[in-house]
């Protein structure tokens, strides 16, 4: 399994950016799929979670502004990230979580900056 992460980049605070991350090879029903960022010198933080079947779910510090999503037709997930703050700040990475085996994928991460 292989996830390519994409959609970072320089956006103002209030802006929006969409993180996309396609996983190249199947996704099973029980497996999970998510975001995590880290700020250098900081340990790596979760940011939402989906399964296949469920909702999302949030960190406090996204709830209400970020919203995830799977495409399973396309084998993608989303991040949609409204109203950013420069706390925000952080390199962006997706993981997909394999319950049946106990494995971690990640994908390489996607740097997104708030400022103005």
């Known amino acids: 399994v292989q996830l390519q992460a994409s959609g970072g980049g320089l956006v103002q605070p209030g802006g929006s950016l969409r993180l996309s991350c396609v996983v190249r090879g199947i996704i099973f029903s029980s497996d999970v799929m998510g975001w995590s960022r880290q700020v250098p010198g900081e340990q790596r933080e979760s940011v939402a979670a989906i399964s296949t079947v469920g909702p999302g779910t949030y960190a406090d510090f996204a709830k209400g502004r970020f919203s995830i999503s799977i495409d399973i037709a396309k084998n993608t997930v989303y991040l949609q990230m409204n109203s950013l703050k420069p706390d925000d700040t952080a390199v962006y990475y997706c993981?997909?979580?394999?319950?049946?085996?106990?494995?971690?994928?990640w994908g390489q991460g996607t740097l997104v900056t708030v400022s103005s």
């Open positions: 993981k997909l979580q394999r319950v049946i085996s106990d494995s971690e994928y």
